[in-house]
């Protein structure tokens, strides 16, 4: 698949339980993969998802079980979800925040610009 057809997608950061949900269309969109890393580029101001093969502390397992249902993957992470919030500042800490990003296929990953962060709508 060409990326000159650049698919959207979006993932959620939930202050509160400090949780990282990403969608079952986005994982779909790069592959299926068993595993994916969240990466952070600080100077792009931006969070990406990329699918790995790796097994190491690095690398969170996609469940096979979660992606046959209708749920997302959700990862836990205090730290994550505070350096994030101290990247960003002025995310309130009892909310959730959306994300969009573009899905990259020849690459397997999917990059979200921090700038379009906004408060969940739920």
Do not use: C, W
């Not at 190491?56 to 096979?64: C, G, N, T």
């Not at 309130?92 to 379009?116: C, E, H, M, N, W």
């Amino acid at each position: 698949m060409s990326d000159l057809f650049l698919l959207s997608t979006s993932m959620t950061f939930d202050m509160r339980k400090y949780r990282i949900r990403v969608f079952k269309e986005a994982l779909h969109q790069i592959g299926n993969p068993s595993y994916i890393q969240l990466l952070v580029n600080p100077k792009a101001m931006a969070v990406a998802i990329r699918a790995t093969t790796q097994t190491d502390d690095q690398a969170h397992k996609v469940s096979k079980e979660l992606m046959a249902s209708d749920n997302s993957v959700e990862i836990y992470s205090r730290l994550f979800i505070e350096k994030l919030s101290e990247m960003i500042g002025g995310l309130d800490p009892g909310f959730t925040y959306r994300i969009t990003g573009t899905v990259l296929p020849s690459k397997q990953a999917a990059v979200f610009p921090l700038r379009t962060i906004k408060k969940a709508d739920y």
